[in-house]
């Protein structure tokens, strides 16, 4: 009996024995059969790919399967909504408070960041790539973006911002890797490509450690001292980034703070507390000729004759002491503080965070 020499179907007694069935016949002559055993029969009949005619290698052949998208960028487009919404939001204060240039900033920022939101989402290369480029940014500027939450909710102290530059190499290490190019239905990255953008994240990483004396330092002195200072019997407790300097002993605290580049949204600020007699250039002295709510006056008057107008008088409690306050506001904040004892006078000057961090160290003073 013949059969097809193709699919191996019996055949009429008829047929000749290079004849084909009439399904494998059909297959070869017009390219109709779009199922993978077509695609079979058509290479049995013609040996190879390169010899069947045009209509045969057309056959449709089933496509690679994509990878679901993957959990961490699902996570990772999910914070760029929340990013994208967060910018609104302040775009619309913007608009309240009549500042255009901030609010065409937000705006902007909120687009670009939904954008790639909604690229990540729909797994679109340009968004990948848009993701290592921010995350190369922020390990050059030392922001923690990929930790954000938690930045926000615990701040910027020393193991969240080291965490948050680990995890950012991590991640774009992972987003380099074959397994984001097969989710994201693109060719393998040439391996010169994927060393020379990891070699440039080591060098974002370590450059502004480079630069990070003051903040390393901090460390060291709080894995030594702890978190706090005693001056003349009042404990202080000291910022996470900062240490107390050299002229600093226990009657005297001084500190100046300039941050680095692992702190790019700290300014510089400076403090003094002062557990003794001191005059205004901190130099310890026997005597007192006027008392403090006199100091404060003549401290009001200077600033007065010099032309600054933001100024108020205040009472401040450290450990239920009372010392009288003046404050000046022309370029940033400048506050003088004096008492009668155990802590003497108060110096600090700066603003936005570290003001926020001076409140709170007299506050929480003991």
């Given at each position: 009996m013949a059969v097809c020499p193709c699919c191996q179907e019996s055949l009429p007694s008829s047929a000749g024995p290079d004849d084909l069935c009439a399904k494998c016949a059909g297959a070869l002559?017009?390219?109709?059969?779009n199922s993978p055993a077509g695609a079979v029969v058509a290479q049995r009949v013609l040996g190879s790919?390169?010899?069947?005619?045009?209509?045969?290698?057309?056959?449709?052949?089933?496509?690679?399967?994509?990878?679901?998208?993957?959990?961490i960028v699902t996570?990772?487009?999910?914070?760029?909504?929340?990013?994208a919404l967060g910018c609104l939001i302040a775009a619309i204060y913007e608009l309240i408070k009549f500042?255009?240039?901030?609010?065409?900033?937000?705006?902007?920022?909120?687009?670009?960041?939904y954008a790639i939101a909604s690229g990540l989402w729909r797994l679109k290369d340009w968004a990948r790539w848009a993701t290592i480029v921010l995350s190369l940014l922020n390990l050059f500027t030392g922001e923690p973006w990929v930790l954000f939450p938690l930045y926000a909710l615990v701040g910027g102290g020393p193991m969240v911002i080291i965490c948050g530059r680990v995890?950012?190499?991590?991640?774009?290490?992972?987003?380099?890797?074959r397994r984001i190019d097969n989710a994201f239905g693109v060719s393998p990255l040439n391996l010169k490509w994927r060393l020379a953008v990891g070699i440039l994240a080591?060098?974002?990483?370590?450059?502004?450690?480079?630069?990070?004396?003051?903040?390393?330092?901090?460390?060291?002195?709080?894995?030594?001292?702890?978190?706090?200072?005693?001056?003349?019997?009042?404990?202080?407790?000291?910022?996470?980034?900062?240490?107390?300097?050299?002229l600093s002993d226990e009657s005297r605290l001084e500190i100046r703070d300039i941050p680095g580049p692992l702190r790019p949204q700290d300014r510089f600020s400076a403090l003094t507390i002062a557990g003794r007699l001191e005059d205004e250039n901190g130099q310890p002295e026997d005597f007192r000729t006027l008392s403090p709510p006199e100091l404060v006056d003549r401290k009001y008057k200077s600033y007065q004759k010099a032309g600054y107008?933001?100024?108020?008088k205040f009472q401040t409690?450290?450990?239920?002491?009372?010392?009288?306050?003046?404050?000046?506001?022309r370029y940033g904040d400048a506050i003088y503080c004096y008492g009668e004892g155990p802590i003497y006078s108060i110096f600090f000057v700066g603003s936005d965070n570290s003001l926020e961090r001076f409140n709170h160290m007299i506050a929480e003073a003991r």
């Open positions: 002559e017009t390219g109709v059969d790919a390169s010899d069947a005619p045009e209509a045969v290698q057309g056959i449709a052949q089933p496509e690679k399967p994509r990878l679901p998208r993957p959990w996570i990772l487009a999910l914070q760029n909504y929340v990013g500042r255009v240039d901030l609010l065409l900033l937000c705006l902007f920022a909120s687009l670009v960041t995890v950012t190499i991590l991640l774009i290490v992972y987003l380099l890797s080591l060098v974002c990483f370590v450059i502004p450690l480079t630069k990070a004396e003051p903040e390393l330092n901090a460390i060291k002195w709080h894995l030594r001292h702890g978190d706090r200072v005693t001056v003349n019997g009042v404990s202080f407790p000291i910022y996470q980034w900062q240490m107390p300097g050299e107008t933001d100024l108020q409690t450290v450990r239920g002491q009372t010392l009288e306050c003046i404050k000046e506001t």
